[in-house]
């Protein structure tokens, strides 16, 4: 099944990733980027590669050039079925994540997600 997450005229930071419990947590503020803060959790999150700062932010499953990319990237033992390709304004990376959830909500920047990613405590 095909998808696509899009905001491209958002901007996103890393917001959190927790390795120990595989979870990374990308965050667009209503402060600097729209009316709305947005976030976008990762789980079962195996491997990253992407900037702090994203200048707008697509996530869409890879074609078969961007498979081969990332598997020459990590190696004949990585498990690529999870790919997903995130790219904008002057970068493209990839995370490797089996679950995918976005959240759009009038929440304070600092205010904690709705999974508990980087929850107080």
């Known amino acids: ?9 958002r901007e996103f930071r890393l917001w959190s990733y927790v390795p120990s419990h595989s ?5 667009s503020g209503r402060e600097t980027s729209g009316t709305t803060r947005i976030d976008i959790a990762f789980g079962d999150v195996s491997a990253v590669s992407l900037p702090v700062l994203m200048d707008g932010l ?7 050039q961007a ?5 020459e990237r990590l190696g004949p033992r ?3 079925d999870d790919l997903l390709i995130l790219r904008g304004h002057g970068y493209h990376g990839y995370v490797l994540a089996s679950l995918v ?8 920047l600092w205010e904690p997600d709705k999974w508990g990613i980087c929850s107080p405590g």
Do not use: G, K, N, W
């Not at 979870?23 to 965050?27: E, N, P, S, T, V």
């Not at 697509?58 to 078969?64: G, L, N």
């Not at 498979?67 to 598997?71: L, N, Q």
């Not at 976005?102 to 304070?108: A, I, L, N, Q």
């Open 1 to 9: 099944m095909r998808f696509a997450i899009a905001y491209r005229e």
């Open 23 to 27: 979870r990374l947590l990308l965050r």
């Open 58 to 64: 697509t996530v869409e499953q890879p074609d078969a």
């Open 67 to 71: 498979t081969h990319d990332v598997a």
């Open 78 to 80: 990585a498990q690529l």
């Open 101 to 108: 959830e976005v959240d759009e909500s009038d929440r304070p």
